[in-house]
């Protein structure tokens, strides 16, 4: 079931998170440019086979660096695309929750039934007997209650049932959007594996010890 708030929803968007994905592509594509330059570069001066396959070695880990900048790119915009689905479908809702559903049925119901019983109120009549001048008992009918006042109570009931009725053809709705917002980042997230096997499958040169500094 699908939960969505508008303020969660706005933090985000207005975050810095993608300020910083935005510099840290920068950079990286700098970097990723200054490696393209040393390969290239330095095929004339630096010779010899050894020298070939460092720039060999090299060049791949810049192959998996430059699809690691696409990746990381493709995902920004997929979050920002998702959220803006979502965004755009609460519109003025603060929050669609799907578990309300039944809820909001049921709510329904009761409106409905109350709206009945308040119509039912406008003509309810009660007998009145009263005596005439010569004493007769004169037998009359009237209406039991205020329909101003059972107008106004109508009124307000079928105010809250075109309300609810909005809400929940829009919650009605609002799996099936959901669904697209998730299926895009599924989308620009699943190349993150292949990304990771990329990686993984770059075996360093045997010369070196590679160790992570913290």
Same mark, same amino acid.
């Given at each position: 079931m699908a939960k969505v708030y508008l303020d969660e929803i706005n933090t985000f968007l207005e975050s810095n998170t993608f300020d910083i994905l935005s510099n840290d592509s920068s950079n990286s594509k700098n970097i990723n440019s200054s490696l393209d330059s040393f390969i290239s570069g330095t095929k004339d001066q630096l010779i010899g086979v050894n020298w070939d396959g460092y720039r060999t070695k090299m060049g791949e880990y810049n192959e998996a660096f430059a699809s690691g900048m696409q990746i990381a790119s493709k995902m920004s915009e997929a979050i920002k695309e998702a959220l803006q689905i979502l965004k755009d479908y609460l519109g003025d809702d603060l929050m669609l929750d799907s578990s309300k559903l039944d809820y909001y049925r049921k709510q329904k119901t009761i409106c409905e039934n109350s709206i009945d019983s308040l119509k039912g109120m406008l003509t309810a009549t009660t007998t009145v007997e009263s005596k005439g001048a010569n004493g007769?008992?004169?037998? #009359?009918?009237?209406?039991?209650? @205020?329909?101003? /006042?059972?107008?106004?109570?109508? #009124?307000? *009931?079928?105010?809250?049932?075109? /309300?609810?009725?909005?809400?929940?053809?829009?919650?009605?709705?609002? @799996?099936?959007?959901?669904?697209?917002?998730? *299926?895009?980042?599924?989308? *620009?997230?699943?190349?993150? @594996? #292949?990304?990771? *096997? #990329?990686?993984?499958?770059?075996?360093? @040169?045997?010369?070196?010890?590679?160790?992570?500094?913290?």
């Amino acid at each position: 079931m699908a939960k969505v708030y508008l303020d969660e929803i706005n933090t985000f968007l207005e975050s810095n998170t993608f300020d910083i994905l935005s510099n840290d592509s920068s950079n990286s594509k700098n970097i990723n440019s200054s490696l393209d330059s040393f390969i290239s570069g330095t095929k004339d001066q630096l010779i010899g086979v050894n020298w070939d396959g460092y720039r060999t070695k090299m060049g791949e880990y810049n192959e998996a660096f430059a699809s690691g900048m696409q990746i990381a790119s493709k995902m920004s915009e997929a979050i920002k695309e998702a959220l803006q689905i979502l965004k755009d479908y609460l519109g003025d809702d603060l929050m669609l929750d799907s578990s309300k559903l039944d809820y909001y049925r049921k709510q329904k119901t009761i409106c409905e039934n109350s709206i009945d019983s308040l119509k039912g109120m406008l003509t309810a009549t009660t007998t009145v007997e009263s005596k005439g001048a010569n004493g007769e008992t004169i037998t #009359s009918t009237q209406l039991l209650y @205020d329909t101003s /006042e059972i107008n106004s109570k109508i #009124s307000l *009931a079928q105010e809250t049932l075109t /309300e609810l009725n909005r809400l929940i053809t829009k919650i009605e709705g609002l @799996d099936e959007v959901y669904n697209k917002a998730e *299926a895009i980042l599924q989308e *620009a997230f699943s190349g993150l @594996d #292949s990304f990771g *096997a #990329s990686v993984t499958s770059i075996k360093p @040169d045997g010369r070196f010890e590679y160790k992570h500094i913290y």
